[in-house]
């Protein structure tokens, strides 16, 4: 313990297992505990810094509860993976395309892909008319060999044919669009809620139902101003973050 630089400040307001879970929190990010590393015991951080051993506990349950600290039963506290990324504004992207920017091996799987009629939302999402036909695929996305991301996309037929005979298969969406189709992808509105996994949603990104989830609307336009896909992808809550730029 005397070569981690954990303090507190008895004196603050700030509740001293806050500041613990802060300071254990940057230590993680900065690589102090890599992934998978142990850490030190309860008792051995309360006796290093003088605070109560319920103390500790409660700063490492709040680390717990977050998904950057897991227990083994009879073993101890470790590091978890990081939580993947979700870059949603100043950079347009797919999730692929952000995995294979972070080095993080990624996977995807088209559990189904079909043409169906356009109807419902899709006709003004789209703006597409009932006599239109649009590509249904439904994939699932794994990070780090997780399930990761389920997806839901909707495009117009008349502008990618044939996207169904492509190889789908770990390859993103978007690359494909551009490459096959010489499609020039230029921006994007994505939308963010909060919400809870189906029985669905959680059989296949195998987390319990009712587990939170990030639940994405994203709607893609072409350089000439035609949407492209209409898309919902449903991420695993415990496994994502949300990164945001912002200019002035």
Request: proline letters at 6%; charged letters at 25%.
């Amino acid at each position: 313990m005397s070569r981690i630089p954990l303090t507190v400040d008895k004196n603050s307001p700030t509740p001293i297992y806050y500041q613990l879970k802060e300071q254990l929190a940057l230590l993680i990010r900065n690589g102090t505990f890599p992934v998978d590393s142990q850490l030190p015991t309860e008792l051995s951080i309360s006796q290093a810094l003088e605070i109560s051993r319920g103390t500790v506990r409660q700063a490492i349950n709040a680390l717990v509860a977050e998904g950057r600290l897991y227990r083994v039963q009879g073993s101890g506290t470790f590091v978890s993976e990081p939580p993947a990324a979700l870059h949603l504004a100043q950079r347009f992207s797919s999730f692929a395309e952000d995995m294979r920017d972070m080095n993080i091996p990624f996977s995807s799987k088209v559990l189904v892909g079909r043409v169906i009629r356009a109807e419902g939302r899709l006709l003004s999402k789209l703006g597409l008319t009932y006599s239109d036909r649009v590509i249904y695929l439904e994939r699932l996305g794994w990070a780090n060999s997780e399930p990761f991301v389920l997806a839901f996309s909707y495009l117009p037929e008349s502008i990618c044919p044939d996207l169904l005979d492509e190889d789908l298969t770990d390859r993103p969406l978007y690359e494909i669009l551009e490459a096959s189709y010489g499609l020039r992808l230029a921006t994007a509105t994505r939308t963010l809620e909060a919400s809870l996994a189906d029985e669905y949603e959680a059989k296949l990104l195998q987390i319990p139902e009712g587990s939170p989830i990030h639940f994405m609307h994203s709607l893609a336009f072409l350089d000439d101003g035609r949407p492209i896909e209409y898309a919902r992808l449903r991420f695993r809550g415990e496994r994502s973050r949300i990164t945001f730029e912002v200019k002035r």
